[in-house]
């Protein structure tokens, strides 16, 4: 039996859809205490020994901006934040049917394989530890009419018992499955930063990394269609506990691009995205000048990437907000003190400021790929997502109409420059109330139980349908 749980907020918008959806999607939100940092991806936790899951182990954060303010961006909030009403019956169905719908769009036309229409459609999942939870995701996210998924190919879960001692288990299975529905991977290849490992840090094992990243692709040449290189080099944390440097990471990028071509000269690769933060210091660089050193140290991108990865969370604001006036409305970036240009960073739309950048360098014919995006509904008072998730009125309905919004935002303002755009998460299914990546996911956590969640019913029917409920005109 499938149970679900949520709140709804006391608005008409949600008794209509609640009548129209057979009782709706069910929400899945709640909870408590929560991290300081834009969300990065993880892996579901190592099982301890003799168990198939183990207890979920929280994402490190760094503070992203300057002590005086938080460091997570802000979009538009115009909602208070929703109140608890009775949960639906377990027995309503997972499938959303068709709500009224104002506004409608077509699908990306199709891509040839291995590319990327503009803008295509991607989640990331989890589906390293446990099959039956990998095989249940994946038929959702079938079903939802996305394209890609995208999975994290932890350097250590695949060499860590040493140089050239491979575990081909789990991405052998992860990536047949994947392939088998027709769906397009994405690989993002990278060390976990919390576990030591004998290749040292980057960008001292650059060699062993490009050796790594060619064997896979070797391994998986065709079926492994794009490879992100690295996560958030920006941060010190994902960078050796060193102080970001642009011109290493490129160093690396440069191996490992010319490793995975001459395995797999289809294979498109993608740039880490980097981490929203205003914050430049030992500990964290802005990614706007991390990108630019990063083109400072390349001349020409030729032979480093094919694509520009980019990190898009929303924050308080819609996705069709103005990054100036993010910037220069305090509430919406969280009266963080950095200077206005840097504080664009708390808007969806600087994505098109990373695209000038690129444009300014020579790449106009290079295309952009957002690696991670999405909206919080994180509802813990002492949490630091609290101020652009519930405390700005971000509950899950509004979540999934700026999710879909944004989808069809980029379609009707980025083409063609724009690819990619991987929606944060299908969830870890150990991930509970007091991790923060539990609010950004558009379903719930958990199996065998499913929870819908308001996001990925809108989601479907936008991808399948081209159509977008009429409630989300409500939210500016």
Partial sequence: MKRYNGRILLLWPWLLIALVMLLGLAIASCGSGAAKATPTPTKTPRPAEGQSTATPRPTPTVQAQPPA??????????????????????????????????????????????????????????????????????????????????????????????????????????????????????????????????????????????????????????????????????????????????????????????????????????????????????????????????????????????????????????????????????KLHNNDPSPTELKRVYSFRHIEDVRALMVRNGDANKRVVVLEFGWTTDNRPDSPYYWHGAGAGIDEGKQGCYIVRAYKYAQENWQPWIALMSVIYLPDVNWTKNDEQYYWSIIGPGYPDLYLRFAYGMLKNYFTKGVIEDFCAHFQ
Wanted: no cysteine.
């Fill in 69 to 330: 303010a938080t460091d997570v961006p802000a979009a538009t909030a115009t909602a208070a934040p929703a109140t608890n009403t009775p949960q639906p019956p377990a027995t309503v169905k997972p499938a959303a049917t068709q709500p009224p719908a104002t506004a409608t769009a077509k699908p990306p036309a199709p891509a040839p394989a291995g590319q990327m229409s503009s803008p295509d459609y991607g989640v990331q999942a989890f589906l390293w530890w446990r099959p039956e939870v990998a095989d249940r995701d994946l038929n959702l996210i079938k079903e939802a009419g996305f394209t890609w998924v995208k999975q994290l190919f932890s350097w250590q879960d695949i060499e860590g018992a040493g140089k050239g001692q491979f575990d081909w288990e789990r991405p052998d299975r992860i990536v047949e499955d994947v392939n088998k529905r027709g769906l397009k991977l994405l690989v993002r290849i990278s060390m976990d930063p919390d576990r030591p490992f004998w290749a040292g840090n980057p960008p001292d094992n650059a060699g062993h990394f490009a050796d790594f990243a060619g064997q896979v692709a070797a391994r998986y040449r065709g079926r492994i269609h794009a490879y992100q290189v690295w996560n958030e080099p920006n941060l010190a944390r994902e960078w050796g506990g060193k102080r970001p440097d642009p011109a290493g990471y490129v160093r690396m990028l440069r191996q490992a691009y010319a490793a995975i071509k001459a395995a797999d000269p289809n294979a498109i690769v993608i740039t880490a995205g980097m981490a929203p933060t205003t914050e430049d210091s030992n500990r964290a660089m802005p990614d706007m000048r991390f990108y630019q050193g990063m083109y400072d140290a390349m001349g020409r991108s030729d032979g480093y990437f094919d694509m520009l990865g980019v990190h898009g969370a929303g924050y308080a604001a819609s996705p069709e907000t103005d990054p100036q006036v993010v910037a220069t409305t305090p």
